[in-house]
């Protein structure tokens, strides 16, 4: 397709780009050399301390996706049917499956129309006797009001799990996110900012869960414990499921963790390239730039826009596309999917979440991306908003 500008001529620049930054090659051809593939290898463990040193986490399990994650999450949390889970409706559908799957009914609650995030002042009204957690999702890795949050765990006596898949490296009030809950979930997926294809890992943060996520983690079966020579029996101790990632995944993986400070710094330089050369458009009035409250610091995740409605959206998506560059939106709310409706819900339940899903736009936003590429996705937006 053309268009008057003529930008077609340009190479295009896609919505994501997953790369290798650092050791990651070497360190796979490293794991093949030394003859172990499957889980919980050297290059795992590596990994695991190397986050339970930086953020403080008494224990980190790696996992093949935060799906996993939350997976075992609902497992520690040992929630059934006729138990309920509040979470967002405005996340990815791992966040509610993980507690579908053992029966429990999510508890769907609107967002903030500033962050995105759960709307911390709803959560009260949806605990009811039934209610056994609550789910934070820190959208674009901004902080969920973390404070009033746990303040209504511990008056309701729930358990939090932190859907932290966009959120490593960001902090609420100068504490990492995923390290606020009992329990958090954290993905390496190939569009995060730290990436293993697909990968993820769930923080214990609460003493007592240490033992049973082990078992949980390794099938079911004590061989953590026979490992370490603390039982001469490897057998079936507990339910459990097949949740580590192979050593060739945690190899890559740990490439990338070494250089976290490096992508980081990179993503942020063009987020805020993003944010500054975009202000004057919200300025007029036409879109609104993300927003991080004063006491949150994200980990430049996502740069999003909001336009003015639905139509405006998809007409700016299609314009970005002829240009060359890959947009996207999400998420389509869960509870007016075609599964959200058959778990009870309706359409028109959550007017914030379903406004804003319907006016967001996600800019590229990748390590490789350059300063220049993000001017152009600017000047392109700008263009939109003069026609
Ligand atoms: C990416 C993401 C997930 C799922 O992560 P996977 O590693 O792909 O399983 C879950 N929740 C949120 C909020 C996400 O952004």
């Known amino acids: ?25 070497q360190y796979v051809a490293e794991a093949i050399a030394n003859g172990h593939l499957g889980g919980d290898g050297p290059f795992a463990g590596r990994c695991q301390q190397l986050l339970q040193q930086r953020y403080s986490i008494p224990k980190v399990l790696l996992t093949h996706s935060c799906t996993a994650a939350l997976e075992m999450a609902a497992l520690l949390c040992e ?51 039934h209610t056994k957690a609550i789910v934070p999702v820190h959208y674009a890795g901004v902080g969920c009001e973390m ?42 997926h190939e569009t995060k900012n730290l990436i293993s294809g697909e990968g993820g890992a769930l923080a214990v943060n609460w003493a007592e869960f240490v033992d049973r996520a082990d078992i949980i983690h390794q099938k079911g079966t004590n061989r953590k414990q026979f ?40 993503r942020m330089k063009l987020w805020r390239t993003y944010h500054q050369a975009l ?13 991080c409250p004063e006491h949150c610091s994200h980990n430049a995740h996502i740069y999003y826009l ?16 002829q240009c060359g560059i890959g947009a996207a939106f999400h998420y389509i709310p869960l509870h007016s999917s075609p599964m959200g409706q058959r778990l009870g819900y309706r359409r028109g339940q959550l007017p914030v979440t379903e406004e804003m899903s ?8 990748y390590y490789e991306l350059t300063e220049a590429e993000v001017l152009r996705v600017v000047e392109a937006v700008h263009e939109f908003y003069q026609n």
């Open 358 to 365: 319907e006016r967001l736009v996600r800019l590229p936003l």
């Open 306 to 321: 909001l336009t003015a409605n639905l139509t405006e959206r998809q007409a700016l998506i299609e314009y970005l596309a």
């Open 227 to 266: 490992l370490r020579g603390v039982v001469d029996k490897y057998t079936w101790v507990g339910v459990g499921s097949s949740y580590a990632p192979s050593e060739l995944t945690a190899a890559f993986l740990y490439g990338q963790l070494q250089r976290q400070d490096v992508i980081q710094a990179a």
């Open 147 to 188: 404070e009033e949050i746990m303040r209504l765990a511990d008056k309701y006596d729930l358990y939090v799990v932190e859907d932290a898949a966009q959120a490593l490296g960001a902090e609420y009030r100068g504490r990492p996110l995923g390290t606020f809950g009992q329990l958090s979930c954290f993905s390496f």
């Open 279 to 291: 202000a004057d458009l919200e300025q007029a009035g036409c879109l609104i730039r993300p927003h």
């Open 1 to 25: 397709m053309t268009n008057p500008w003529g930008c077609v001529d340009l190479e295009s620049i896609p919505f994501n780009k997953p790369s290798a930054v650092g050791n990651e090659k």
């Open 79 to 129: 929630v059934g049917p006729g138990d309920e889970v509040i979470m967002p409706s405005f996340t990815f559908v791992s966040t509610a499956n993980a507690f579908v799957l053992r029966g429990t009914q999510p508890r769907f609650v609107d967002i903030r129309p500033d962050t995105l995030n759960i709307d911390e002042k709803l959560i009260e009204e949806a605990v009811n006797e």
